[in-house]
């Protein structure tokens, strides 16, 4: 994995929508609402690819991991080849080389899989790594106790928010970016890098409103799920993905109409 084979867009009617958007240079929101309503079909099938019902387990599963005394023992038993006190680096390298090993071994290789994969190692990154005195001064406790700090519900709730806002984005990203470099220029819709960074900005910006919806539920999921069962399966991590993506999806179409 770690590619995304970029093509052209799909030619559905809804990604001719978009197109024809950029080219009658509409507004930055009405652009990304549409687009928006283009990639329901991705959204939908999430809770299918092999790839991102791991990386949403995983996302419950590693601050679990770091409760216990025995951190990097209990990480190799969620399939993650780490030593006995793992630093942040190890640990997300893991997590990306596991997800490449099950992708492998699965034969799950797909675009949504490989923005699944990055959207956890992103999230990763950012929510630990932002709350540690510093990445290369920070110590394989601080790494832990951390990570502990996100098994509680509220934070769980933040975490997947992050995750969920990330691959949204860059699932978004990854469609549009096939069609936007064909609009630069001085008589197109982005004169130039300034307009397409203003743009990136909005994308990010509706993702993550479009995420809040989360906040809402996943906190609550998570408490339930962990206390019933002891852990977060594949199984509850599709539903959960499902459940996600389906309030996700009816917010984008609400934005959508407001357009």
Same mark, same amino acid.
């Given at each position: 994995?770690?590619?995304?084979?970029?093509?052209?867009?799909?030619?559905?009617?809804?990604?001719?929508?978009?197109?024809?958007?950029?080219?009658?240079?509409?507004?930055?929101?009405?652009?990304?609402?549409?687009?928006?309503?283009?990639?329901?079909?991705?959204?939908?099938?999430?809770?299918?690819?092999?790839?991102?019902?791991?990386?949403?387990?995983?996302?419950?599963?590693?601050?679990?991991?770091?409760?216990?005394?025995?951190?990097?023992? !209990?990480?190799? !038993?969620?399939?993650?080849?780490?030593?006995?006190?793992?630093?942040?680096?190890?640990?997300?390298?893991?997590?990306?080389?596991?997800?490449?090993?099950?992708?492998?071994?699965?034969?799950?290789?797909?675009?949504?899989?490989?923005?699944?994969?990055?959207?956890?190692?992103?999230?990763?990154?950012?929510?630990?790594?932002?709350?540690?005195?510093?990445?290369?001064?920070?110590?394989?406790?601080?790494?832990?106790?951390?990570?502990?700090?996100?098994?509680?519900?509220?934070?769980?709730?933040?975490?997947?928010?992050?995750?969920? !806002?990330?691959?949204?984005?860059?699932?978004?990203?990854?469609?549009?970016?096939?069609?936007?470099?064909?609009?630069?220029?001085?008589?197109?819709?982005?004169?130039?890098?300034?307009?397409?960074?203003?743009?990136?900005?909005?994308?990010?910006?509706?993702?993550?409103?479009?995420?809040?919806?989360?906040?809402?539920?996943?906190?609550?999921?998570?408490?339930?799920?962990?206390?019933?069962?002891?852990?977060?399966?594949?199984?509850?991590?599709?539903?959960?993905?499902?459940?996600?993506?389906?309030?996700?999806?009816?917010?984008?179409?609400?934005?959508?109409?407001?357009?």
């Amino acid at each position: 994995m770690g590619h995304i084979h970029l093509g052209v867009l799909p030619n559905t009617i809804r990604w001719r929508q978009v197109v024809e958007l950029l080219t009658e240079h509409a507004p930055t929101e009405e652009v990304i609402a549409a687009s928006a309503v283009a990639v329901e079909r991705d959204l939908q099938s999430a809770p299918d690819d092999p790839i991102f019902v791991e990386s949403v387990r995983l996302l419950g599963m590693i601050p679990q991991a770091a409760r216990g005394e025995q951190f990097g023992k !209990t990480l190799r !038993t969620l399939g993650l080849v780490v030593g006995d006190t793992p630093d942040l680096i190890e640990i997300t390298s893991a997590a990306g080389a596991y997800l490449d090993r099950f992708a492998r071994e699965h034969h799950a290789r797909s675009d949504f899989g490989e923005l699944s994969r990055r959207a956890l190692l992103g999230t990763l990154n950012g929510q630990i790594g932002d709350q540690l005195p510093g990445l290369f001064e920070a110590t394989p406790s601080d790494v832990r106790n951390v990570a502990r700090k996100l098994s509680g519900s509220a934070q769980f709730s933040r975490l997947a928010r992050a995750y969920f !806002t990330r691959l949204l984005s860059e699932t978004m990203a990854s469609w549009l970016s096939r069609t936007l470099s064909t609009h630069v220029g001085s008589d197109h819709r982005f004169h130039g890098g300034g307009d397409r960074a203003r743009f990136d900005t909005a994308l990010n910006q509706y993702a993550t409103e479009a995420t809040r919806i989360i906040s809402e539920f996943a906190g609550g999921w998570y408490g339930k799920t962990i206390f019933r069962d002891g852990e977060i399966s594949a199984a509850r991590a599709a539903a959960f993905g499902a459940i996600a993506f389906k309030k996700i999806t009816e917010e984008l179409r609400r934005k959508h109409d407001e357009h």
